[in-house]
């Protein structure tokens, strides 16, 4: 059986988890789920940072041993995991005896290597990273450039690593394994730092008491970060090479964000060359959650009330939406505001009215599930479909597009939704045989969907299932290689709603659409049940006029290649006529008409409106007017 072993960064116990960690551990248990749906033998580790100085400090300050803090923060971190639903197979603890066992023979291990040697060490210190940082990475200010704090200048004796003797075996490492550093920027970062030249670094310190000696010089304690590192090997028994070692190391993944990537894009397996093991397969650095274009953490004092969006919106949604609204790789700017709306939209709408629409129709016409015995065309093309979303996010979940993925899924779930709707299936009533296989492939496809969303939405999908009528039992991703896994004759359940549409009047402040303050007509014609079927086509605006007696509204004729609509816009206060005449913009164009200020809009323009900032939805790159936008 082949196997997965995936892990998080180890998190340190300054402070109790925030919504920071539970980004990566989310992201991390995601592909842990997947790799076991896929029938893999998995590990997941994840675990705490419980050394060095700055938690010393704060054990300190509270009056109790380094220790005794340790153990109090700990379960903070177990506990979020398990709010979380995270599938960790283990917890590592750098205070574990376990982890101090693998650490004495690694550091044995790498002072034989003949790498290690003592000298002096001066340099500017982050505290709260446990880092050293050059002039040139403090820039002007002279603060860390992560918490914007000042630095320590520290000079001491210590044993360094011969860092820079591997430096040219790390750049034939990467040029050679692309992957090894994903994404791919993160790479051309790492390639000139390697390229611009390293430097040797200190593995220990002298004036640091909260840690774990050095094996050969115990009057200095390892630097925390060497230390932690090991943690990957050091959880699977390393120390006498037990069997998880031998299984599963090299890891599959090392997932964390950007900031640690040095560690162990370069110090870690250089470490590992030195004694002689084998270089994890990849390390993987997702970006930032910010807010305010800060990274959220405990020291900036910006992190987000978690509890809160679980009681609200349910563990599901919160893990959904994390995975689903941010480029995974970039940074993602939270936003309460986005969380409504991908909740109303993505679940609410497309995948709760999916499952209550099919069972409700359902239930109205047939006492069981009745067998799809009518085939059409049409129906060829659901099942192509679901084999094609299987593929695609194999491929999509390999490479780590997380948000991608669900997209795909989602193209899926509308496309269901639209199947629906063109097939008219509630108007069937006297073609029983027809209606039937038109809600039995419906049926089927909500269980592939369900199949889909096991790693992203694990309770979701078995509630998916139980309304199918179905166990979660068996449901892998092996299932949906076969269309037909639902059995006809199933009893038909109740449809329970599973995600009840939040009010949007509860949000701070409307963000979308164009100004409906004054002269609203244009957006109340549609309704975000309605969104499914928005018609949306590039039109170019060939002609703009200020309509009379008023300050926000510009007369648009807009070309939309094999016809001509005239549109009313509250762009005004932003555009003037010449400034959109020529431009490509996107348009409502399956929009009812309507009269504004007495003049018919057959359409409307999309925008991105703030307060009073307002920018047209253009297309990136030329393309012939009345293109679909998809
Ligand atoms: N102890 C080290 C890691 C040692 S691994 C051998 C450490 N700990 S940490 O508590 O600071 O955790 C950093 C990690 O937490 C990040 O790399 C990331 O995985 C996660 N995040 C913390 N804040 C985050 C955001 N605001 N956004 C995304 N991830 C964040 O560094």
Same mark, same amino acid.
């Given at each position: ?44 580790? =994840?675990?705490? *940072?419980? @050394?060095? %100085?700055? !938690?010393? #400090? ?10 005794? $803090? ?23 603890? =750098?205070?574990? *005896?376990? @982890?101090? %066992?693998? !650490?004495? #023979? ?10 290690? $040697? ?28 992560? @918490?914007?704090?000042?630095?320590? #200048? ?200 999916l499952l209550n629409r099919v069972l409700g129709l359902l239930s109205?016409?047939f006492?069981v599930l009745p067998d799809p ?9 659901i099942?192509?479909?679901a ?29 269901i939704?639209?199947y629906i709707?063109?097939?008219?299936v ?9 209606m039937g296989t038109i809600l039995y492939n419906a049926m089927e496809a909500l269980r592939v969907i369900s ?13 998916i299932q139980?309304q199918l009528g179905i ?12 269309w037909g896994g639902l059995a006809g004759g199933l009893p038909i359940a109740?449809g ?135």
């Amino acid at each position: 059986m082949s196997t997965f072993y995936i892990t998080t960064p180890i998190y340190y116990v300054n402070a109790e988890p925030h919504i920071g960690h539970a980004y990566t551990t989310i992201a991390a248990d995601v592909l842990a789920r997947y790799h076991r749906l896929k029938g893999e033998s998995v590990l997941f580790l =994840t675990g705490v *940072d419980e @050394h060095g %100085a700055n !938690i010393q #400090k704060v054990a300190d300050e509270k009056g109790i041993p380094p220790q005794e $803090y340790c153990d109090q923060i700990a379960p903070t971190f177990t506990k979020l995991w398990q709010k979380l639903n995270i599938s960790n197979d283990d917890f590592i603890r =750098t205070t574990s *005896d376990l @982890h101090k %066992a693998g !650490i004495a #023979k690694f550091f044995t291990k790498l002072y034989e290597s003949g790498d290690i $040697y003592r000298g002096k060490y001066e340099g500017h210190y982050c505290q709260p990273c446990e880092r050293f940082y050059t002039e040139k990475e403090l820039g002007e200010s002279g603060t860390c450039p992560i @918490h914007k704090l000042s630095v320590e #200048k520290v000079v001491e004796e210590n044993y360094f690593f011969a860092l820079t003797k591997y430096q040219d075996q790390l750049i034939d490492l990467i040029q050679s394994n692309p992957s090894f550093i994903e994404p791919a920027s993160r790479r051309n970062e790492i390639m000139s730092v390697l390229t611009s030249g390293l430097q040797d670094i200190s593995i220990s310190r002298s004036s640091v008491d909260w840690g774990i000696p050095l094996p050969f010089d115990p009057d200095q304690n390892i630097y925390v970060w060497t230390e932690a590192l090991v943690n990957y090997i050091t959880a699977l028994d390393y120390h006498v090479d037990g069997e998880k070692f031998r299984r599963f190391w090299p890891a599959n993944v090392h997932m964390m964000a950007k900031e640690i990537t040095r560690f162990h894009v370069i110090i870690w397996p250089a470490m590992l060359m030195a004694v002689g093991l084998p270089l994890p397969q990849q390390i993987f650095a997702h970006g930032w959650l910010t807010k305010d274009g800060d990274k959220i953490s405990k020291t900036l004092g910006n992190v987000i009330d978690m509890d809160e969006l679980i009681e609200e919106f349910g563990l599901d949604p919160f893990r959904y939406f994390f995975m689903r609204e941010f480029s995974f790789g970039n940074d993602g700017n939270y936003t309460q505001q986005r969380f409504v709306t991908r909740y109303n939209s993505d679940l609410a709408n497309d995948l709760g009215n999916l499952l209550n629409r099919v069972l409700g129709l359902l239930s109205k016409n047939f006492e069981v599930l009745p067998d799809p015995i009518q085939p059409d065309a049409i129906d060829e093309e659901i099942k192509q479909m679901a084999l094609e979303t299987a593929e695609k996010l194999d491929q999509l979940m390999n490479q780590t597009a997380l948000d991608v993925a669900l997209e795909t899924v989602w193209e899926f779930v509308r496309r269901i939704n639209r199947y629906i709707q063109q097939t008219k299936v509630w108007s069937l009533k006297d073609d029983p045989s027809r209606m039937g296989t038109i809600l039995y492939n419906a049926m089927e496809a909500l269980r592939v969907i369900s199949v889909f969303l096991t790693p992203f939405m694990p309770q979701v999908a078995a509630k998916i299932q139980s309304q199918l009528g179905i166990e979660a039992k068996g449901q892998d991703l092996d299932s949906v290689q076969e269309w037909g896994g639902l059995a006809g004759g199933l009893p038909i359940a109740k449809g329970i709603p599973l995600f009840p549409k939040k009010d949007q009047n509860r949000m701070p402040q409307k963000e979308t659409g164009l100004d409906s303050s004054t002269d609203a007509t244009v957006d109340n014609l549609i309704t975000i049940d309605q969104v499914q079927d928005l018609e949306l086509r590039v039109g170019q605006i060939v002609s703009a006029e200020l309509v009379p007696d008023s300050e926000r509204l510009l007369k648009l004729i807009v070309d939309l290649g094999n016809e001509q609509r005239q549109i009313v816009a509250g762009i005004a206060r932003t555009y003037a006529p010449q400034d959109v005449i020529g431009k490509q913009a996107v348009l409502v164009a399956n929009l009812q008409p309507a009269k504004i200020r007495g003049i018919e809009s057959q359409g409307m323009l999309l925008a991105a409106v703030r307060k009073k900032q307002l920018s047209l939805v253009t297309v990136d790159q030329a393309i012939p007017n009345g293109t679909l936008v998809s």
